[in-house]
Structures are given as structure tokens and as C-alpha cells.
Nanobody
Framework: QVQLVESGGGSVPAGGSRRLSCAAS????????MGWFRQAPGMEREGVAI????????FYTNYVKGRFTSSEDNAKNTVFLQMNNLKPKDTAMYYC?????????????????WGKGTLVTISS
């Protein structure tokens, strides 16, 4: 089993920045894909950014390309999501998720482990 704990959410004015963190613990050898998904009220959960740990390859959904950057600290089993130039449409609950086998940005249902989420609110 893998446990994921997110942190870093909060309220940010439009145009501002925020960094989210996700710390993994447990059987971390069983995962090599960690990602960020988000869910706004009334919307489906969508993949935002994925990082393939170890190699560091990243994928981003089009809406956040150039604004969001995912990175990892392998020694601490932690991944980060640096979010810049935030927009009101970025308001959502952000979840960290992980799995072993995946390609690109996998569908939410393909992820095996989930954190409880951290809320990011962007004010206009």
C-alpha cells in the first residue's frame, strides 16, 4: 500500500503562484507514476500533470502548459506542482495520485492510490 498526503492548498489571487506538495510513504517501490488531478464543483476529475518518477518525464494537460511545472524529490518520495499565473478556472480540489504502470496522462480510474486532496481557490 502507498499513502499520499498533499499540502500547499489555499486561496490565491488571480495571477499569483502556489506550490503543492505530495509526500508518498509505504510501498513506494510499487509506483513509478505520480500525478496531480483536480476536480471543480460539478465537473469530472481531470488529470493536470503527471511525472514518471526516477526519469522525471512529465506530461501536462493543455490548459496548464507553460504555467504549471511538476518536479520530484526522489530522496523524500515527494512530488511538487508549481502553479504560476493562476486563473479562476484553476479553482478546484487538487488530488495527488499514483500508480505503477501508465502512459501519458492516464485516466483517473487507472490510478491506484489517492490522497485526500487540497483545495486551491483562485480569486479574481
Amino acid at each position: 500500500q502507498v499513502q499520499l498526503v498533499e499540502s500547499g492548498g489555499g486561496s490565491v489571487p488571480a495571477g499569483g503562484s502556489r506550490r503543492l506538495s505530495c509526500a508518498a510513504s509505504g510501498d513506494t517501490d510499487s509506483i513509478n507514476c505520480m500525478g496531480w488531478f483536480r476536480q471543480a464543483p460539478g465537473m469530472e476529475r481531470e488529470g493536470v500533470a503527471i511525472i514518471y518518477t526516477g526519469g522525471g518525464r512529465t506530461f501536462y494537460t493543455n490548459y496548464v502548459k507553460g504555467r504549471f511545472t511538476s518536479s520530484e524529490d526522489n530522496a523524500k518520495n515527494t512530488v511538487f506542482l508549481q502553479m504560476n499565473n493562476l486563473k479562476p478556472k484553476d479553482t478546484a480540489m487538487y488530488y495527488c495520485a499514483a500508480t505503477l504502470y501508465a502512459t501519458g496522462i492516464p485516466p483517473a480510474e487507472n490510478m491506484d492510490y489517492w490522497g485526500k486532496g487540497t483545495l486551491v481557490t483562485i480569486s479574481s
